[in-house]
């Protein structure tokens, strides 16, 4: 009876977790060190602001795409800045490889044509707006994850730096893609 | 009295219109010639499927994305094949250009960084699933369209022969990204 009460009371602690968790929007994984940001739930579910491709001289190529939550596409599409508490980036990179099969179809109609499609995930760094639990770093928390496991503390202290030559843009540097 | 009941009658006319092409989930501007497909209402807000990057030989590079509504997300999120009727993906091109903003930025944490983002709009692309009304080619309808304006029928000719290779895949070249 005892090992019954047990159980269910364990049950009933990971459904408060979990609903918790949905509840904040948050991921039940590790946060990352110094702004203590989970990865958002559902984030690969938002719509896109804009990719891009980078060529990380000898770490290798990778195709990148940003999402944004609502609150952050509305005020991409409005061109409001700042961004509003609330707003969340997130910033997914992959690598970069040949697709030999594109190739194959596009050598066709355009001879010499190479194709590149994403690859594996590399990581994923997300940027959430709260202008006071933030204020100073601009107003945003900045959180790095290769899969679910977040960078290291070192790594976090070089986001908000980094970001600063896009201050006049509230320290984005993605542009909303026509 | 007379022009009023006139200008009411134009008026309704142009809300029964826009009612329409919401209901059908089209824009008003011009249909793909073959296909009769129009621009979907609100695709650029549809989710992510992939990105990649295309090299057309003396043509011009390019980053590309791939959208889907909930119908065709959801069957790539399930690995679901053949895709649902309703189904449609839209694939936005646009021209790569560097960024000397953001290489500035890199250069100092990755030395020799080349970084590239979307430039202008080359076009938008639609396969959409109807398997009755496209049965002679693999169940999809084509479109392709250069700002609102529809390539011609010569175009549009050659759309379904280059997806043949992707028959495993339900005519599809994109995969979901993960």
Tied chains: 1, 2.
Excluded at 63 to 71: E, F, K, P, Y
Excluded at 146 to 159: I, R, S, V
Aim: hydrophobic share 45%; with cysteine; net charge neutral.
């Amino acid at each position: 009876m005892k090992r019954i009460a047990f159980l269910l009371l364990a049950v009933a602690s990971l459904a408060v977790a979990a609903y918790i968790a949905y509840a904040s929007g948050q991921s039940d994984g590790d946060a990352a060190p110094i702004y203590g940001i989970k990865i958002p739930a559902g984030y690969r579910n938002w719509q896109l602001i804009a990719v891009n491709q980078i060529l990380l001289a000898g770490k290798g190529d990778q195709l990148r795409a940003q999402l944004g939550n609502d609150l952050a596409i509305k005020a991409f599409q409005e061109g409001a800045l700042p961004f509003p508490d609330g707003a969340i980036i997130a910033a997914i990179h992959w690598t970069r490889v040949p697709s030999e099969a594109n190739n194959k179809v596009l050598d066709g109609p355009f001879p010499g044509t190479q194709s590149f499609v994403v690859g594996s995930r590399v990581n994923v760094q997300f940027m959430v707006k709260d202008s006071k639990k933030y204020a100073t770093s601009g107003g945003w928390g900045f959180a790095d994850f290769t899969g679910e496991k977040p960078g290291d503390k070192a790594l976090h202290e070089t986001c908000f730096p980094c970001h600063i030559p896009a201050k006049d843009h509230d320290y984005v540097f993605a542009h909303y893609a026509p």
